[in-house]
C-alpha cells in the first residue's frame, strides 16, 4: 500500500515528476468552492438518508465549513501528491477531523464529483457572461439612436457600395450580441443538470437521493443515465462554440475599427485609455485593444478544436483524458470575459467623426443604384438601367464628376426620362431614408429597431 487516497493495491511510490504529470491541482482548484458547495450537498444528503450516521454527517459538515472559511482567506495549502482538487480536499479534511472525513465519499466517485464540480462552475458563471453581453449591447443601443442618422459609407468587397448609417451598423452588431447572448442563455439549460449520483459510472447501491441533492446545489435537472451523466461535456463544448461565436462577432467589429481608425480612413477615434503608443515614434497612437482581441480569438477557437478533438473518440465511461476539459474552459471564460469588458469601454470612449464619414459617400458612386431605381420607377427595364448608369459612372470617373455634379442634359443624354427631379434622389440622405424595407437603413427604421432593441435588452 502507498500513501495515495486510492493507495491500497500499489507497492511502489511514483516519482514526483510522474506524479506532477498526472495532476491537475494546477488547474482545477479554481473549483475549490464547486468542489466544497458539491461536498455539502452531498454529505447532508447521505446523513438525512441515513446512508452514514447524522453524528458523522454533522462532524463532515464542520469541517468543510471550516475548509470554506480557510479557502475565503486563502489558507488552503493543495499538494502535486494528492493529484486534484478532490484527493487534496479530502485530505485536508481529514487532516481536520480525522478517518470520519473517509465516510464522505460513500456512494460517490470522483468521477461524479469532478462533472458535479465543473456544471456548477460553469453555472455560476454563465449569467456573468450574458450580463457582460447585455452591457455592450446596452452601449451599442444608445450609440445607435445618438447615431441614427449618421451617414457613412456601406461596404462590400470593401468597395463603397451604397451610404448607410452607423447606428445601422452598430445595429447589426447587436443582432449578433443578441443570438450570443441567447446561445449561453440555452447553454444554461445543458448545464443545470445534476451529475452527482452516478458514482463511478453505473450508479449506487446506497439509497441516495439525488433529487435533494439537485435541489439543494440549485440544480434544475438530473441526469437520468449513469454513464451520460460522467461522460457528457456537451455543456463545455457549448459553452466553447458559443464563445468561438462571439469572439468571430468582437474580432470582426475589432478589425473594422482598427481599420477605421487609420490615416487613410479616419472614420473614428479610439479613446486615450484604450490605446498605445510607440517606444519610437512619438506620433503613433495603436488600437493595441482591438488588436489583442481580435489576436484572442485564434485562442478561443483553440480551446474549443482542442476539446472537440479529446472528445471525439473517449469511450464511455470516465477515461482520464477528459482531465484536459478544464484549462481551455477556465480559459476561454477569462478570455471571453475580459474581451467583452475592454470592447464595452472602447466603444464607450471612441470619437465618432461624423463629418469624414458623410463626405466619404459623396464622390464614390455609392449614389449609383439610387440611379438606376429612379430609372427602373420610370419603366426602364432595370438591366438596361444598369448598363446605363454603368456607363455614366464610367464617364464620370474620367472627368472627375460625380453623378448628382453632373449637368440634367448630359443625364438625358444617357436617359431622356431623367429630369431634374432626379438630383433630390441621389443624395446619400435619400438614398438612406427610401430604405423603409424592414431591417432597411432609413433613419426611421434604425429608430423603430432602436426601440425594439432596448424592449430586448430589458428583457433578458
Ligand atoms: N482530476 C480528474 C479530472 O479532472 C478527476 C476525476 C478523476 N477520476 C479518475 N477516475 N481518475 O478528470
Do not use: C
Not at 478532490?86 to 485530505?91: C, D, S, V
Not at 482520464?320 to 481551455?328: L, S, T
Not at 437603413?441 to 430589458?458: C, G, M, P, Q, Y
Amino acid at each position: 500500500m502507498t500513501d495515495k487516497l486510492w493507495g491500497g493495491r500499489f507497492t511502489e511510490k511514483a516519482a514526483h515528476w510522474v506524479d506532477a504529470f498526472g495532476a491537475s491541482i494546477g488547474f482545477d482548484q479554481q473549483m475549490a468552492k464547486e468542489d466544497l458547495e458539491g461536498s455539502l450537498a452531498h454529505v447532508k444528503m447521505l446523513g438525512q438518508t441515513g446512508i452514514i450516521p447524522q453524528a458523522d454527517a454533522d462532524k463532515i459538515t464542520a469541517g468543510l465549513h471550516h475548509l470554506q472559511k480557510e479557502l475565503a482567506a486563502g489558507k488552503l495549502h493543495f499538494t502535486v501528491e494528492n493529484e486534484d482538487i478532490h484527493l487534496n480536499m479530502e485530505a485536508l479534511l481529514t487532516a481536520e477531523i480525522g478517518p470520519v472525513a473517509g465516510k464522505l465519499h460513500t456512494a460517490r466517485s470522483r468521477n461524479d464529483q469532478v462533472a458535479t464540480d465543473l456544471h456548477l462552475w460553469l453555472k455560476h458563471r454563465l449569467p456573468e457572461i450574458k450580463e457582460a453581453l447585455t452591457n455592450l449591447q446596452t452601449v451599442l443601443v444608445g450609440q445607435a439612436r445618438a447615431y441614427a442618422d449618421t451617414i457613412m459609407p456601406g461596404y462590400t468587397h470593401m468597395q463603397h457600395a451604397q451610404p448607410i448609417t452607423y447606428g445601422h451598423y452598430l445595429l447589426a452588431y447587436f443582432e449578433m450580441f443578441q443570438r450570443d447572448w441567447e446561445r449561453f442563455d440555452f447553454t444554461q439549460k445543458h448545464t443545470d443538470i445534476l451529475p452527482l449520483g452516478a458514482a463511478a459510472l453505473a450508479g449506487t447501491t446506497f439509497p441516495i437521493d439525488r433529487t435533494q441533492v439537485a435541489k439543494e446545489l440549485g440544480f434544475d435537472q438530473l441526469y437520468h443515465n449513469s454513464l451520460d451523466a460522467v461522460s457528457d461535456r456537451d455543456f463545455g463544448l457549448e459553452f466553447l462554440s458559443n464563445s468561438a461565436i462571439l469572439m468571430q462577432h468582437l474580432s470582426r467589429m475589432a478589425e473594422e475599427l482598427i481599420l477605421w481608425s487609420t490615416f487613410e480612413f479616419n472614420y473614428i477615434e479610439l479613446g486615450d485609455d484604450f490605446s498605445t503608443g510607440s517606444s519610437i515614434m512619438p506620433q503613433k497612437k495603436n488600437p493595441d485593444f482591438a488588436e489583442l482581441i481580435r489576436g484572442k480569438t485564434g485562442r478561443v477557437y483553440g480551446a474549443l478544436m482542442g476539446l472537440l478533438t479529446t472528445m471525439k473518440a473517449i469511450p464511455l465511461a470516465y477515461n482520464k483524458d477528459m482531465q484536459e476539459d478544464k484549462e481551455p474552459i477556465f480559459d476561454t471564460y477569462n478570455t471571453i470575459l475580459g474581451s467583452l469588458h475592454i470592447f464595452t469601454g472602447m466603444l464607450s470612449d471612441l470619437t465618432v467623426h461624423e463629418k469624414r464619414m458623410a463626405e466619404a459617400t459623396t464622390h464614390d458612386f455609392s449614389n449609383a443604384t439610387e440611379l438606376a431605381d429612379y430609372l427602373a420607377t420610370k419603366g426602364v427595364p432595370f438591366r438596361q438601367a444598369h448598363a446605363i448608369v454603368g456607363e455614366l459612372v464610367l464617364k464620370g470617373i474620367k472627368s472627375g464628376t460625380a453623378l448628382q455634379d453632373m449637368p440634367l442634359s448630359e443625364l438625358q443624354q444617357a436617359a431622356p426620362q431623367i429630369e431634374s427631379d432626379v438630383y433630390a434622389e441621389l443624395t446619400a440622405k435619400a438614398a438612406v431614408n427610401r430604405r423603409t424595407s424592414l431591417g432597411g437603413t432609413a433613419v426611421s427604421n434604425v429608430l423603430k429597431e432602436v426601440a425594439r432593441d432596448e424592449k430586448i435588452i430589458a428583457a433578458h
